[in-house]
C-alpha cells in the first residue's frame, strides 16, 4: 500500500512541478503576475512563492511553501488553487478547490509524514473604497493519502486582507495545523494568529 502511495504522490508532485513550470511562461489572454508570500507568528514563520493567473470569472494560484517553527518542525508543500468570483450570485463571493503536497517532519520524535491534502476556500470582498477581504480555507489528508509516520494531517484558518499597495497585501489571520501520528491526541504544528504580507511583482 506504501508503495502504491509513494508512487501516486510522486506522480502528482511531478504534475505540480509541470503546472507550476508552465504557469512562470508568458501569458497572452490572461493576466497574471508571481510573487512572495510571507508571514509571522510567535512561533512560526512562513515564506512563499506563488504564480497566479486571473480571467475575468476565475484565479489560478500555484505556490510552494516552507513553514518553520521555534521547535525546529518543518512543513514544505507544494500547492494548487482554482477559485471561481461571482459564486451564488454575488460578484464580491469567490469559492474554490485547494489541493496541496506536502512533507512535514517532526523534529522533535524525528517522526514525518506526507501526502495529498485536498479542501476549499472561500473569500468575500466588502465593499470598502480600500480592497479589503475577508477568507476561510480548509484542507484535511485523510489515511488512505498519508504516508510516513502519519496518519492524517489537517490544516484549517482564516484571514483578513488589506490592499495597502497596488503589488502589496497585508493580512492578519489564525492558521492550525495537527498531525495525527497514531499517538493519543494529534501534534499541533501551527494555532497561532499571526501577520503577512503578499508582494506582487510585475505582471506577465
Known sequence: MNNMINKGLKRLSQLFAIGFASSLLPAYAIDGHAGLDLSLANN??????YSLR?????????????????NDDRMIDVMGVLTRKGMLSNNNLELGLKAKLYYLDQNSTGRNSYGLMLG????????????TAISADYLYSPNIVTA????????YGFRAELRILPS??????????????GLPGSY????NPHVG??????GY
Open 44 to 49: 512560526v514563520g512562513k515564506f512563499g512563492l
Open 54 to 70: 486571473e480571467t475575468p470569472t476565475e484565479i489560478t494560484n500555484l505556490s510552494t511553501n516552507l513553514l518553520f517553527t521555534s
Open 120 to 131: 476549499g476556500i472561500a473569500r468575500y470582498w466588502l465593499p470598502t473604497s480600500v480592497p
Open 148 to 155: 510516513g509516520d502519519g496518519q492524517s494531517t489537517t490544516e
Open 168 to 181: 502589496a497585501i497585508a493580512y492578519v489571520g489564525y492558521r492550525k495545523i495537527l498531525a495525527d501520528f
Open 188 to 191: 499541533k504544528v501551527d494555532g
Open 197 to 202: 504580507v503578499t508582494i506582487s511583482f510585475d
